[in-house]
Nanobody, 117 residues
Framework: QVQLVESGGGLVQPGASLRLSCAVSGFTLDYQPIGWFRQAPGKEREGVSCITGSDDGTYYADSVKGRFSISRDRAKSTVYLEMNNLKPEDTAVYYC??????????WGQGTQVTVSA
């Protein structure tokens, strides 16, 4: 059974950092593209970052470039999203998916990130 479980969200002040984790099971993470997406209240879901298959290429949305970093730990079957210098506009529910496209059939349940003073 394919599962993705996000963790690491929370309430932080502007300028703070968080590290989100996406633990996967039921498939081999080694060469699987994994994407991070987010959805803020009243807004459409948007792609934030993605790590591709065998070459671990990375993609970032312009709004997070230079602040967020995605990485993969194959031994732990986990993909991380390191988020630095968080801004109020980063507030959203963050999801990971088993694809860089939003058309993935497999999604986690989401983790809430709130950035507020």
């Amino acid at each position: 059974q394919v599962q993705l479980v996000e963790s690491g969200g929370g309430l932080v002040q502007p300028g703070a950092s968080l590290r989100l984790s996406c633990a996967v099971s039921g498939f081999t993470l080694d060469y699987q593209p994994i994407g991070w997406f987010r959805q803020a209240p009243g807004k459409e879901r948007e792609g934030v970052s993605c790590i591709t298959g065998s070459d671990d290429g990375t993609y970032y949305a312009d709004s997070v470039k230079g602040r967020f970093s995605i990485s993969r730990d194959r031994a732990k079957s986990t993909v991380y999203l390191e988020m630095n210098n968080l801004k109020p506009e980063d507030t959203a529910v963050y999801y990971c998916a088993a694809d860089c496209s939003s058309n993935s059939d497999y999604w986690g349940q989401g983790t809430q990130v709130t950035v507020s003073a």
